[in-house]
């Protein structure tokens, strides 16, 4: 319902100055790509929202289409890409314990703990995550981050003001590897091509691809 997509757009502008100052252009080629996506932009089912980019050959600000993580899952599991995907984050007391053992990519990891319940601190360290897909061919895909690359991530999206630096870093750690594996998901599932645009959307902009 483009009215009701025009509503949900409205809102966004209100509430964010920066969106107020965007160009026209920029902000209906958005509504667009969210349309043929097939995502809302309503903030309750957090698929998607605007955000904003600015272009140094034009000198202006953009509107773009932000792909939450939450968006692209959607989109793999409506278009057959995968079955189900799952992600988790590897301590140092898993590998002291002998309760992680990476099988290479085509497998999913063994990962036992004989306590789920210990706090992150009582852990020791986060050493990276990895994020396991059911294919559609029944096969399994694993994708993992070291926690290198994660500090990597926490930086490039500004650590200090993010919640990056909060106690949902865990997740957002988890999140980024997800993200990363979706780029590797194999495709020729996705008949209609609404994954692969938006993964290719992604590309495009990787840095509007949010949690």
Known sequence: ???????????Q?????????????SIHDSLLQAASLGLTLNHQKKL????????????????????????LYTLALETGVVQFVV???????DIQNGGFEYLGPLLPPKHQTKNPFLSDKEKGNCIGVYCVAKL??????????????????????????????????????????????FKLWPKYQDK????????????????????
């Not at 502008?13 to 252009?25: E, F, M, N, R, V």
Request: with cysteine.
């Open 87 to 93: 992600a988790e984050r590897v301590f140092e007391s």
């Open 136 to 181: 559609a061919t029944n096969d399994y895909m694993t994708t993992f981050m070291t926690q290198a690359e994660l500090n990597a991530c926490a930086q490039q999206n500004g650590f200090n003001n993010s919640v990056w630096s909060g106690p949902f870093r865990g997740e957002m750690e988890k999140k980024a590897c997800i993200k990363r594996a």
């Open 192 to 211: 209609s091509g609404r994954f692969s645009n938006a993964v290719e959307l992604m590309n495009r902009d990787i840095d509007t691809i949010n949690p």
């Open 48 to 71: 998607c929202y605007l955000t904003t980019r600015y272009n140094k050959e034009l000198l202006a600000l953009e509107c773009k289409l932000d792909i939450t993580y939450h968006g």
């Open 1 to 11: 319902n483009y009215h009701e997509e025009a509503q949900f757009a409205k809102t």
């Open 13 to 25: 502008i209100a509430q964010t100055a920066k969106l107020q100052h965007c160009t026209p252009q």
